[in-house]
């Protein structure tokens, strides 16, 4: 796992126990050019790109939160190495599961300036949140479950709630039970045509994807092979599944 020190804004390589506190960022990607790259860190370049403020919000709210790493997806994955792209997705929910923090950038909910008594009166914004675009991607939905603590903010990094503050929104968005959002049982719990169901909807970038980036809620480790397609990815998926209920 490769995290982004604060203090000299450096990628930094841990393994095993000596992780240190570290928080996550979860967002929507915008055009690949826009995004701040693991090179982009390693030449320390890509601040006039438009995904840079995204790091910044993060690395400003870690500090709040007297973190001094964080984890990024855009740019702590070194993509243009297979082993490492595999190991990383095959990693990522107990990534963010480990995080101290997870911080969710809504980029399409904004704070409303109408000059209201409440600077940010929650049924504006109500709306907004139900819709984002951050509820509908692939990768989102392990990245609203695997966390102990996610935190929801406004493209301008107002904090909006938290899961439990914000419950009844997110079942709405989402239409997933309850006692999944809290927590109250192991995914493990609920049914594999259920957490299929979690997923019904959601868009990601790269068909495959639609499989591999439920690995985490299913517990499952496996191969990537970009090109085979979304049907026969998911058919791999469901295989190992069946395979590991067969034998736990």
């Given amino acids: 796992m490769r995290l982004?020190?604060?203090?000299?804004?450096?990628?930094?390589?841990?393994?095993?126990?000596?992780?240190?506190?570290?928080?996550?960022?979860?967002?929507?990607?915008?055009p690949d050019q826009e995004e701040v790259t693991y090179k982009?860190?390693?030449k320390g370049t890509g601040k006039n790109k438009a995904g840079y403020a995204k790091i910044q919000f993060c690395e400003r709210q870690a500090s709040l939160d007297?973190?001094?790493?964080?984890?990024?997806?855009?740019?702590?994955?070194?993509k243009s190495s297979s082993a490492e792209l595999s190991e990383a997705i095959n990693s990522m929910f107990s990534w963010?599961?480990?995080?101290?923090?997870?911080?969710?950038?809504?980029?399409?909910?904004?704070?409303?300036?109408?000059?209201?008594s409440d600077p940010f009166p929650r049924h504006i914004w109500t709306s907004a949140f139900r819709n984002s675009r951050w509820?509908?991607?692939?990768?989102t939905l392990q990245e609203l479950l695997a966390p102990t603590m996610i935190g929801f903010?406004?493209?301008?990094?107002?904090?909006?709630?938290?899961?439990?503050?914000?419950?009844?929104?997110i079942h709405e968005a989402t239409e997933?039970?309850?006692?999944?959002?809290?927590?109250?049982?192991?995914?493990?719990?609920?049914?594999?045509?259920?957490?299929?169901?979690?997923?019904?909807?959601?868009?990601?970038k790269r068909e495959e994807d639609a499989a591999y980036s439920l690995l985490g809620i299913f517990d499952i480790h496996m191969p990537l092979?970009?090109?085979?397609?979304?049907?026969?990815?998911l058919r791999r998926l469901r295989r190992e599944i069946r395979d590991r209920s067969f034998n736990p």
């Fill in 40 to 42: 982009d860190i390693v």
């Fill in 225 to 233: 092979i970009y090109g085979e397609g979304r049907n026969k990815a």
């Fill in 96 to 116: 963010y599961q480990r995080a101290e923090r997870c911080y969710v950038y809504l980029s399409d909910v904004r704070r409303d300036n109408s000059g209201e």
């Fill in 66 to 78: 007297s973190l001094q790493y964080i984890w990024v997806d855009t740019c702590c994955i070194n």
């Fill in 4 to 30: 982004l020190r604060l203090e000299d804004f450096s990628l930094v390589e841990v393994v095993g126990k000596n992780i240190p506190r570290y928080a996550v960022l979860s967002h929507t990607w915008g």
């Fill in 135 to 139: 509820f509908t991607r692939g990768w």
């Fill in 176 to 204: 997933i039970s309850i006692e999944a959002l809290l927590g109250r049982k192991l995914l493990s719990h609920f049914s594999v045509d259920e957490r299929m169901l979690w997923a019904k909807g959601r868009e990601t």
């Fill in 153 to 169: 903010f406004s493209t301008d990094g107002h904090l909006l709630g938290n899961r439990a503050s914000l419950l009844q929104e």
